[in-house]
Each structure stands twice: as C-alpha cells, then as structure tokens.
Nanobody, 123 residues
Framework: QVQLVESGGGSVQAGGSLRLSCVAS????????MGWFRQLPGKERERVAT???????TIAGSVKGRLTISRDNAKNTLDLQMNSLKLEDTAIYYC?????????????????WGQGTQVTVSS
C-alpha cells in the first residue's frame, strides 16, 4: 500500500511560481508511473503531467512550457514546478501513482492518490 502526501500549494498572483511536492511512503514508487492531476468543483480530474520510471514525461498542452514534472526514485518523491501561473491554473492538485510503469492520461489508471493541495492564482 502506498501513501502519498502533497505539499507546496497556496495562493500566488498571476505570473508567479509555486513548487508542489509529493512524498510516497509504505512502498517504493520507483517502478510506477507517477502523475499530477488537477480538479475544479463539478469537473472531472484532468491530467497535468505524468512521468514514467525512466523519467519520460508527458505534459498537458494547456501547461506545456510552464509546468515541469520531476521525480527522485531514491527519495520516493515527485515534484511539479509551476511557472508563469495563470488564473485558469487554480484547482486542487493531486499526486497519483499508477498501477505499473505505463503512463496513461486517464485518472482511472492511477491506483493511489494523495489528499490534494489547493493552488489559487489571483490577478
């Protein structure tokens, strides 16, 4: 069983930066696809970025060039560097671990989830 805990959310003005972190415990995640998702009230959880065990990343088009996902398999951690934030980036951000090494865009392929961290971007 994997437990995921996010940190680093908060409020920032448009154009600012935040760094989200996720620490996994209970089991190693070095062999799993990891991802960041976000969700607005009443909307489905959408993929922001995923990274496989070899470090290959997939970034959603809406955030490409502004958000960077990275992982440290030795430390069992996952990060999301968020730059040039926009109002529409406001959401709850979730860290997730996939069932295996293969990354998919749908949240249904991710087995373990953190509790979420709020990111609010204001003008």
């Amino acid at each position: 069983q994997v437990q995921l805990v996010e940190s680093g959310g908060g409020s920032v003005q448009a154009g600012g930066s935040l760094r989200l972190s996720c620490v996994a415990s209970g089991s190693t995640i070095s062999n799993n696809c990891m991802g960041w998702f976000r969700q607005l009230p009443g909307k489905e959880r959408e993929r922001v970025a995923t990274i496989n065990p070899d470090g290959v990343t997939t970034i959603a088009g809406s955030v490409k060039g502004r958000l960077t996902i990275s992982r440290d398999n030795a430390k069992n951690t996952l990060d999301l560097q968020m730059n040039s934030l926009k109002l529409e980036d406001t959401a709850i951000y979730y860290c997730a671990a996939g069932r295996d090494r293969w990354c998919y865009s749908s949240a249904k392929f991710f087995t373990y989830w953190g509790q979420g961290t709020q990111v609010t971007v204001s003008s």
